[in-house]
C-alpha cells in the first residue's frame, strides 16, 4: 500500500519544466516509491544498487543509456557520475521534458556532478521522511507553515488533538516510512466516524496512525550501520567507523543547541576542523540541518554561529539511547527533541511543496533568543517552540527585540501542547503542534 505524499503534484510540475528531475534526500525516505507511485507505464526503471547496472554505468554510460532508453527512472544515480555528462549531451539532442527521473542519496557529491553537468537542464526537489500531516492523510493539505489567521484558521476546523503520549511516540519512531503502517480500504478512522475510500473522513472521525510492528531499534541499527559503511566512507574515506559513530552520538545529544565545534571535537577526541568536515558529512547525507541565525548589518551583537538539528527525531532519540517514548518524554532531551520535531515538521512544510525554508533563528549577546523566525515579503514571522499546554507573556518576552532591528513583524506563536489555538496576546497565538 501507499501512503500519499504532499510532494506528488510539484514532481509532475517540475517533470513538465526540465528535461531532468532529481529527487534527493536521506536513505530510506521513500524516494523511489514516491516516483514509481506517479510514474507512467512507458517509463522504465533501472537501479544502480544492482552491481551489474552499476558497472555497466561507469565503464560504458553511453551503452547504459542505449539500454535504458528514456523516458527512464534511475535510482541511486550518486554511484555512477560518469551518466551525468552522457544525460547532458542526451537531452541537448532530444530536448524533450521529463526524459529522466533520477533520486539520489548523497548532496554533496552529486550536486557537484549535476551543477557542473546539468545546469539549467534539471530540477531539484527535497524528500524527508513522513510529516505529521501526511501521517494523518492530509498530505494535499500541506501548505509552507506561517502562524497567520487564515493560515491557520485553515486547519483550525480540521485538525484532531495529539496526546502527549501520541506526540512522543511518533517523535520516538521517527519519520521513516517503515515505521509507520501504511492505509488499507478499511483503515479509516477509531470507531468515531468514517471515510470515503478516497482520502477524505468525514463526521468525528480520524485517521488513526498506527506502527507498522517494525522492530524499531533493529531498524535504526541497520540504518546507522548501512549509513557509515556505504555513504560516510563515499563522502569522507572515514577510517575508523567507532570514532566516527561517537562523533554521530555526539551531534545527536545536540540537537536543538547553538553549534559550538570546539566542544563537540573535546569530546569526539579530534580537532574543530575534522568536526567541520564531518558535520558537512551529516549535512550533505540528510542526516542533520543547520538552522543560520539572523542577522543584518544594522546589528553587531547577534551570534553568527547555526543551531543544529537532527532531520528524524527517531534516529536522534535511537543514537542517544531513549528506550522507549515515555523516557524520552520526562528525560532530559524532552524539549530538545520537541523543538527539533516541530523545525522538522515546518522544514516539511516547505520543501514537500517545492519551497526554500526562509528559516532563521535570533540569539544575541544578552542571550535573548527566539526559536524560529520565518521571513516571507521582507517580513519576520517570530516563533517559540515551547513544551508546555498554557503558554503566557513570558515565553515570548524576546519577541519585542525584534522591533529594535528595524524590519516589520508580524504576527507570532507559540507552537505548543495547547488542544486549541487562542490568543496569548493582540499580536501572538498559541498554536497545537498539529497545526504544523
Not at 550501520?225 to 555513504?231: P, V
Not at 574515506?237 to 561517537?246: A, D, P, R, S, V
Amino acid at each position: 500500500m501507499y501512503l500519499k505524499r504532499t510532494l506528488e503534484s510539484y514532481v509532475v510540475k517540475v517533470s513538465d519544466m526540465f528535461p531532468v528531475l532529481l529527487v534527493t534526500g536521506p536513505r530510506q525516505v521513500g524516494k523511489t516509491t514516491l516516483l514509481k507511485r506517479i510514474c507512467d507505464a512507458n517509463r522504465q526503471y533501472v537501479t544502480l544498487d544492482d552491481p551489474n547496472n552499476v558497472r555497466l554505468a561507469r565503464e560504458e554510460p553511453l551503452l547504459f543509456i542505449q539500454r535504458f532508453k528514456p523516458p527512464v527512472l534511475i535510482d541511486e544515480i550518486q554511484y555512477a557520475p560518469e551518466l551525468l555528462p552522457v544525460i547532458k549531451a542526451y537531452v541537448d539532442k532530444y530536448k524533450t521534458r521529463g526524459l529522466f527521473w533520477l533520486t539520489g542519496s548523497q548532496q554533496f557529491h552529486l550536486m557537484k556532478g549535476v551543477s557542473e553537468s546539468l545546469a539549467g537542464r534539471v530540477g531539484i526537489i527535497n524528500l524527508l521522511g513522513f510529516s505529521l500531516k501526511e501521517l494523518q492523510r492530509k498530505a494535499q493539505e500541506s501548505e509552507p507553515f506561517l502562524p497567520v489567521e487564515n493560515f491557520l484558521e485553515k486547519f483550525n476546523s480540521t485538525y484532531y488533538t495529539l496526546s502527549l503520549e501520541d506526540l512522543y511516540e511518533i517523535i520516538w519512531y521517527g519519520s521513516f516510512p517503515v515505521m509507520w503502517e501504511l492505509p488499507k480500504n478499511s483503515d479509516w478512522g477509531d470507531g468515531e466516524g468514517y471515510g470515503d475510500g478516497q482520502g477524505n473522513g468525514h463526521g468525528d472521525g480520524r485517521y488513526v496512525i498506527k506502527k507498522s510492528g517494525m522492530d524499531r531499534d533493529l531498524f535504526y541499527a541497520s540504518y546507522v550501520q548501512t549509513y557509515l559503511q556505504r555513504d560516510v566512507r563515499d563522502l569522507a574515506n572515514i577510517e575508523n567507523i567507532t570514532i566516527f559513530l561517537k562523533f554521530l552520538q555526539s551531534a545527536a545529544a545536540r540537537t536543538g543547541q547553538l553549534l559550538n565545534m570546539t566542544d563537540m571535537a573535546r569530546d569526539v577526541g579530534v580537532s574543530p576542523m575534522t568536526v567541520s568536515n564531518w558535520l558537512s558529512v551529516l549535512e550533505a547525507s540528510g542526516i542533520i540541518y543547520l538552522l543560520k541565525p539572523y542577522h543584518n548589518n544594522i546589528s553587531k551583537r547577534l551570534i553568527k554561529a547555526p543551531k543544529l538539528y537532527f532531520l528524524d527525531t527517531g534516529l536522534c532519540a535511537y543514537l542517544t539511547a531513549w528506550s522507549s517514548p515515555k523516557t524520552l518524554e520526562v528525560g532530559a532531551m524532552s524539549g530538545a527533541i520537541l523543538e527539533t520535531f516541530v523545525v522538522a515538521e515546518i522544514l516539511k512544510s516547505y520543501w514537500h511543496n517545492g519551497k526554500r525554508a526562509p528559516l532563521y533563528y535570533y540569539r544575541d549577546k544578552d542571550k535573548k533568543e527566539i526559536d524560529l523566525l520565518v521571513i516571507k515579503d521582507s517580513i519576520v514571522y517570530p516563533l517559540e517552540i515551547k513544551k508546555t499546554s498554557s503558554p503566557g507573556v513570558k515565553d515570548i518576552q524576546a519577541f519585542s527585540t525584534v522591533k529594535g532591528l528595524g524590519i516589520s513583524v508580524g504576527h507570532g506563536g507559540v507552537i505548543c501542547l495547547s488542544e486549541l489555538m487562542m490568543p496569548i496576546n493582540n499580536e501572538v497565538s498559541a498554536i497545537p503542534v498539529g497545526f504544523v
